[in-house]
């Protein structure tokens, strides 16, 4: 699986993982609005598996909430980042809603504007 993802480069302290909506849309509509942001964070921008330039082409069942939050979960140990801000949008807040239920340690804070709330059930 490998995941575009697109980065800002300064504070160094605090990362902010930007989770974009869809399921099929990519980050870049995100970039713009959140440029104000990146004083205070770091932010890290991925498209979602099968998303913008990242990997697509696979089975159907490959597609879930729980892939993509997995996908994140690699994603954050592969930047070794221990510890988030999760910010999504739409769709990608109930990424970012499973990705809290599946690895609470990983997120400082949890903001999903516009997304549902749902039973873990759907997620």
């Known amino acids: 699986m490998e995941l575009l993802v697109a980065r ?3 504070p ?3 990362a902010m993982l930007v989770i974009h909506g869809g399921p099929d849309w990519d980050h870049t509509y995100l970039r713009k609005p959140l440029d104000q942001l990146a004083d ?3 932010l890290i921008m991925p498209d979602l598996r099968g ?3 990242s990997t697509r082409g696979l089975a159907d069942d490959q597609y879930t909430p729980a892939a993509a939050a997995e996908d994140l979960i690699a994603l954050l140990d592969v930047l070794g980042l221990g510890q988030v801000d999760v910010l999504g949008f739409s769709y990608g807040g109930l990424i970012a809603q499973r990705l809290a239920l599946t690895a609470p340690e990983r997120v400082r804070r949890l ?3 516009a997304a549902s709330a749902c039973a873990l059930g759907c997620l």
Request: glycine content about 14%.
């Open 8 to 10: 800002t480069v300064r």
């Open 12 to 14: 160094a302290g605090r």
């Open 40 to 42: 205070r964070h770091q």
């Open 51 to 53: 998303c913008g330039r």
């Open 111 to 113: 903001s999903p504007p």
